[in-house]
């Protein structure tokens, strides 16, 4: 079976970049099929952060000397590419932080905390990642308010009129879900969901950490009040996320963790915070990371998301047709709109003992929960495994895959 | 194609993994407790009777891959007729053995473990070895939960 590709997009070429595949792994072919957990890094990316490193690199955004001024411009490119890459109407509306886990942290502790009153509710849904989980119950047993759970359909896919019975009575605050689902590989409807919160009063959280690496994402045409998302998975760096919300609410919001850079000045009996995005910002930052961060932003933009979205929709379609006749195989999750991460389970052999043994042919997956427990008990599993693409994934790869799987399969006959 | 994973996953394991021989629970037991691996969602549970300040009888329930399951199956006949304290050292051996490989020789009642030595050159995979031992050990120090982290 052939794939057709968006013409531009020449997978060798791109695979020629990231020097990491052309590994082998135990005398096989690296196949690595796990970059929903976290991508692997182009050229562009090593000699960006090496560069940095070797020839101009201080701490940054107070140095009088030549080599901070260079290191803040450079560091502060990556806030206008960023800016860029979501849509942002203002540079100062993107916040550096390390990571999704820390903007929906961020966002938790000072919006619900100092924007949201005991009382109010936030609404997840049934397929978030414990990061999208675990700060509200937080936030819920510190600040009283109460966490409901917008159901998913059998399908993997929101359900929309669920989700609306629980905006009903115009006490939720803020609707926090995903864009994209780490486990079931659905999109969700942004728009609407951002529609039909509004619609109630609730602000709307996307966490993009799956979606912005196969989509163009504009925060202002989604009508999204808070979009999160993280570097490493982006073929960034490790230690760079990036929250982006509307300014008027950022600067509504109080600063989160104190220390040097968030302030305006400091005296022992008060002090005044810096203004957006710095007042969130506090520390010295991950400065090699966020210039990393912005050549991968650099890289990503250049293929352009058309091409990237095209390729990975062929090969998502080609994975789907392959691994459903796999017998045995159940593909789990099935939503109409879905991108290149499939999770499946083999009827005879556990997903650890699936992954382990495509480990020894040099293809990696994940297994076990990816962290959204929740999720698996709601699908009735406890664990998978999943196969994720990346943009030098090709078509070969998941031959290899299937036909591996196959032969996993009448391993444990 | 897999030649080079029958180290671990060898005919005995495959076999203990598919069909374990003590996967049940105790309806008279003494002590209980729950193993979890937070990291890959298995669990166990491992219920103990107890006579005479020795292990009588071991059953567990486990949710999880064929190396947890056959783990366990083992563990139960090497523990049965020990004292905890035996149990604990048996543990320690099989701890360095599911680590290292290294299999100690004193000890008779792990001979029937020594397949699972082979776990040590799967680092991921040594927790699922020893989650049934820290459930079981948990039991016998009177503790209803355990982790593997």
């Given amino acids: ?413 | 194609m897999f030649e080079d994973v029958r180290d671990l996953y060898s005919a005995a394991i495959v076999e203990r993994g598919r069909r374990p021989r003590h996967m049940r629970r105790l309806e008279a037991f003494d002590v209980t407790a729950k193993g979890d691996n937070p990291l890959c969602g298995d669990r166990v549970q491992v219920w103990v009777k107890l006579d005479d300040g020795r292990i009588a009888a071991t059953g567990f329930d486990a949710r999880g891959c064929e190396i947890s399951k056959a783990a366990a199956d083992l563990m139960v006949e090497a523990v049965q007729g020990h004292t905890p304290g035996d149990t604990r050292a048996m543990f320690e051996s099989f701890r360095v053995m599911a680590q290292t490989g290294v299999c100690p020789a004193h000890q008779a009642e792990l001979a029937a473990m020594q397949p699972l030595a082979a776990v040590h050159e799967y680092k991921s995979r040594v927790k699922c070895a020893t989650l049934p031992w820290h459930a079981l050990l948990a039991a016998l120090d009177g503790k209803g939960e355990t982790s593997s982290e």
């Fill in chain 1, 1 to 413: 079976m052939s794939i057709t590709l968006e013409p531009g997009l020449d997978v060798a070429a791109i695979r020629a970049q990231f020097p990491i595949l052309s590994q082998t792994i135990r005398g096989k072919k690296l196949v690595f099929l796990d970059s929903a957990a976290s991508a692997q890094k182009p050229r562009a990316v090593i000699d960006a952060m090496v560069g940095a490193m070797e020839t101009q690199y201080a701490n940054i955004h107070r140095g009088l000397h030549w080599m901070s001024e260079r290191t803040t411009e450079a560091y502060e490119a990556a806030r206008d590419a960023t800016a860029d890459l979501l849509g942002a109407a203002d540079r100062h509306e993107i916040v550096f932080v390390r990571n999704s886990t820390e903007a929906i942290n961020l966002v938790a502790h000072s919006y619900g905390r100092g924007i949201m009153k005991a009382g109010q509710a936030v609404v997840i849904s049934e397929m978030e990642h414990h990061a999208n989980i675990v700060p509200w119950q937080m936030l819920r047993d510190a600040h009283g308010t109460e966490l409901r759970v917008a159901r998913i359909t059998d399908a993997g896919e929101l359900d929309m009129a669920h989700l609306e019975s629980l905006l009903g009575d115009g006490k939720v605050g803020l609707v926090a879900i995903t864009h994209m689902s780490n486990v079931l590989g659905t999109y969700t409807p942004a728009e609407r969901i951002v529609a039909m919160a509004h619609a109630h009063g609730a602000k709307v959280l996307l966490d993009g950490s799956q979606a912005v690496v196969h989509r163009k994402i504009d925060v202002q045409a989604l009508g999204a009040d808070f979009y999160v998302f993280t570097g490493h998975k982006l073929y960034g760096p490790t230690g760079i996320g990036v929250l982006w919300a509307r300014r008027e609410i950022l600067e509504a919001m109080p600063p989160w963790m104190g220390g040097g850079d968030m302030i305006s000045s400091v005296t022992f009996e008060r002090s005044t915070w810096a203004e957006v995005p710095h007042k969130f910002e506090a520390g010295t930052p991950a400065i090699i990371e966020g210039i990393g961060l912005k050549a991968a932003i650099d890289w990503v933009q250049a293929i352009g998301y058309p091409a990237i979205a095209a390729h990975e929709a062929a090969l998502t379609e080609h994975a789907l047709a392959r691994m459903s006749a796999i017998p045995g195989i159940t593909l789990i999750g099935q939503a109409q709109d879905r991108g290149g991460v499939i999770s499946f389970a083999l009827d005879r052999a556990h997903a650890h003992d699936v992954a382990t043994l495509l480990d020894r042919q040099g293809i990696a997956v994940r297994a076990g929960h990816h962290c959204a427990e929740p999720l698996m008990r709601r699908l009735g599993l406890d664990s998978t495994a999943r196969a994720s693409f990346g943009i030098y994934t090709t078509a070969e790869e998941i031959d290899v895959l299937a036909d591996t799987l196959e032969r996993v399969r009448e391993f444990f006959a």
